[in-house]
């Protein structure tokens, strides 16, 4: 029984149920059958293509199987290491010459080292697809291990584990890994020590390079706007020489099962406590695999899971909690993951295991089964939204035995009864076989608890809540078939269609909003913003985050819809609710599968025009806000980014933090919050912007009839309040007790409309990214980084170009000194042709790949409208690009790189 569900409730999601809840996917309306091609050259290495011309980009994707679980103890963190040599050179091209090449045909390359596979993808315009692939092979063919640069990176790798060390949830996950398992590698600091990689020596990693970069041991995909033939013969004259040797691996060490509860602390300089706890389950191929990741999705994903209904909306034990199924090829661990106080530890971990309890004896519902696969169903095609996207599942799923298994995936997926979630959490989520970290300030560590304390106060708190469980259980635990039959599975079906697009249309409703719309055929998908002008620019000290405040709290109930009715009936069509407050405009953006668009449309507008703001509810998002001003001061990514913020503009809105200010939020109250909804919330303020599979005069007929009588609103000007560069170097710091020093500095430069945007946006691509001055200068050359960027952001009433890099406490002024050399080059030599040209293509290829998904179009046509640009400015930026000149850089260079006016924030560690 859900004791969650009201009356009313029950009754709304029956109907939804009934209507949609049942309504399976009709490959034959949706799905295209066109065919992957596979490949296995004479030797033996696994090739796949898609065609896929939604847009005009291609992905390459090469996945050699070797990770972290095929290293040995003395070598952890080699195969790690390795990728990051793979770009610095081949035997035909030097340093940087592969990254160069690649940002000059606009597009980008990177890699990735997971535990047991690393991959190494391009992704650039679908012209250049001859050169990506000469690339990519040249790189795995070719690569040369050089002593030197061997060294350089060594202390790269290293600053990227001090990042790691200062990054509070990725800390707790290894540290949980390593509670969890005693034997298996998983275990293990994933990209090892600072004393190891310092260790490594040449000849290891050229060992490890020739061991397992053997073409039977490759999966090379390439997706996009291509043609497959063309491709097949570009990757035989590339790949048809790569020498044919076979792969030796040995096996990964097994796991002995779990007996006992397991328990750790651990402390640190963090502000909020992270709670981890990890149990066994099987791996991903397993047939009770299926039915762990359906329950991880009722019991943890989303608003209206079991969760986060009792510990964060019912109990307010947590600001945020979540669970997953995590699987791979040997062994699978279900977390659960909180973010809390560290006083509410105990009841939290009670209530977390009542909530285990009630899976082993109670039935989920037939609603909560149904919403569970939609939403699974979303994330899927989410994932092979963009052509990377597609290539990366594609490898990932053959490496596992056959590309098909995507497919095969889902159907097991919707196989799972009601009875299969039972029997499987009964199996495996044990109290015995859990493993629970704590990740406590420095100030809440408390030792003296012990694993016995935990597993006693657990144990009693299921003996009063639901009392023992008997052999009534033993029933639920049935043989099962082990591993995957994919011998009746079609060869994989295509949900993508034929594109099929439009251009966007703009146009004004007779209700008052602003319409935009571009369809796009190419998924069952939709992207839905409703933007408001307003913002940032309208808070100030006084009531700073009323905007999030008023926006998520609309999200808490409506006139005639619980909060939980909201979440879960979005959820149950496969939805998602994003919410955006940026400095000149806000709103919410909708994704969705497109069969359940006028449904959630319904839902969405109902939370726009018809919010309550119930004071019980709008307490609990205040607190959950304060929790998360208090968890970005934690995060080494963002927090010196804020501080640059308020260093920069004191006295500006722009300076104020997005999330809020704690004194504001606490001063506010419902009477000023419903002042602001309607203040902002009227119909000649809203514009929409939809992108995806849908017809656009249903829409516009339906928004129509729905904002047909709701309010206008007359917004007054904003405070006019002048931005002005800083007279001196104005500074914010913030000691803390991390592995690194992160500052960010920069300077204001123009607003949105102004025509400096696109030479700063030149400048931006020759400063920043992989083969860029920065990163070239401070990290390629000097070794002082991991993560070197800088950017060019633009709003209303001005912008900022800012630089960001993390690096040794005792690097800091080196760091800073060499950042802003680099911006006085700027400022006193032209650019020079190439940098200019590559800064183009970049620029233009990169923007393609951008658009690529309908929430990114979304955003970019609410942004180039509300800022005064226009639509035709998404069709016109590309062409804006190609005429910038050199002479304008080094001009905006001169007109905003003053030194008098620089503004830094620092978050510095300790040496």
Known sequence: ???????????????????????????????????????????????????????????????????????????????????????????????????DKTKSLGGYLNGGTIYENTNYYTVLPQRFVQEGLELQ???????????????????????????????????????????????????????????????????????????????????????????????????????????????????????????????????????????????????????????????????????????????????????????????????????????????????????????????????????????????????????????????????????????????????????VTKADIKRVAYLYLTLEGASLLEYRPNRDLDEKITATMIEDSIKESLKEEVGEVGGEKLALVKSHEKGVDISSTEFVSDVRSAYGGKGAKEEKLTCGPTLITRENHSLPLVSLGIYFKGGRIYESLGNCGITQLTLRTSLKGTESKSAFEISNLMEMLGASIDLEVNADYFGYQVKLLSQNLTNGLDIILDVVKNPVFEQAELEKEKNILLAEIKKNKDSMADYPIDLFYQAIFPHHPYGLNSLGESKALNSLNRGEVVDWYNRFFGANNILIVAVGDFDSEKLKEELNKNFRDFKKVEIPPSEIIEVKSKEGEKIMVEDRAKSQTAQVLGFVTCSYQDNDLYPLKALQAIASGGGGRFFNELREKRSLAYTVYGNNDSWGDAGVFYAYIATSPEKEEESKQGLLNEFSKFKTALVDDHELATAKRYITGMYQILLETNSALVKQYAKAQLLGRGIEEIEEYPQKINQVTKEQIREVAKKYFNAESLAVGVVRGKP
């Not at 490959?27 to 596979?38: E, F, G, L, P, R």
């Not at 020590?193 to 397992?212: C, D, P, W």
């Not at 490496?399 to 097991?412: I, M, T």
């Open 1 to 99: 029984m859900n004791l969650l569900l009201t009356t009313k409730t029950i009754f709304l999601i029956l109907i939804f149920v009934l209507l949609f809840g049942c309504q399976r996917m009709n490959k034959q309306d949706t799905m295209n059958a066109s065919h992957v091609t596979k490949v296995v050259l004479n030797n033996k290495m696994t090739l796949l293509v898609k065609e896929i011309h939604s847009a005009p980009v291609v992905a390459i994707n090469t996945l050699v199987k070797v990770g972290y679980f095929d290293e040995p103890d003395s070598l952890t963190g080699i195969s790690h290491l390795l990728e990051h040599m793979f770009f610095k050179g081949t035997k035909k091209r030097k340093v940087g010459q592969l990254r």
């Open 137 to 415: 092979s040249d790189a795995l063919l070719n690569s040369v291990i050089d002593s030197v640069e061997l060294e350089k990176e060594k202390k790269v790798v290293i600053q990227e584990i001090k990042r790691k060390l200062d990054n509070p949830d990725a800390l707790a996950w290894e540290k949980l890994m390593e509670l969890a398992f005693d034997k298996h590698p998983i275990r293990r600091w994933r990209i090892g020590t600072e004393t190891q990689i310092a260790s490594f020596k040449k000849k290891e990693v050229e060992n490890h390079y020739l061991g397992f970069y053997r073409p039977d041991n490759i999966i090379l995909s390439i997706v996009g706007d291509i043609k497959t033939e063309e491709v097949l013969k570009a990757v035989k004259d590339h790949y048809g020489d790569f020498r044919k040797e076979s792969t030796a691996k040995k096996p990964t060490p097994s796991e002995i099962k779990q007996k006992e509860f397991k328990y750790a602390q651990l402390k640190g300089d963090i502000t909020q406590t992270y709670l981890k706890i990890g149990f066994h389950i099987p791996a991903k191929l397993d047939q009770d695999f299926f039915a762990l990741d359906v329950l991880s999705q009722i019991l943890g994903h989303g608003r209206s899971s079991r969760l986060s209904q009792v510990l964060k909306e019912k109990k307010n034990l947590v600001t945020s909690i979540k669970s997953e199924a995590f699987g791979l090829k040997d062994i699978g661990v279900f977390t659960i993951e909180a973010e809390l106080e560290a006083k509410d530890l105990l009841p939290a971990e009670s209530q977390i295991f009542r909530e285990i309890e009630r899976l082993k004896i109670s039935d989920v519902s037939d609603s909560e089964l149904a919403k569970a696969k939609n939403v699974m169903k979303f994330l899927y095609l989410s994932s092979i939204e963009t052509a990377m996207g597609y290539a990366e599942n594609l490898a990932f799923f053959e490496s596992y035995g056959d590309f098909r298994l995507a497919d095969k995936y889902l159907e097991n997926v919707e196989k």
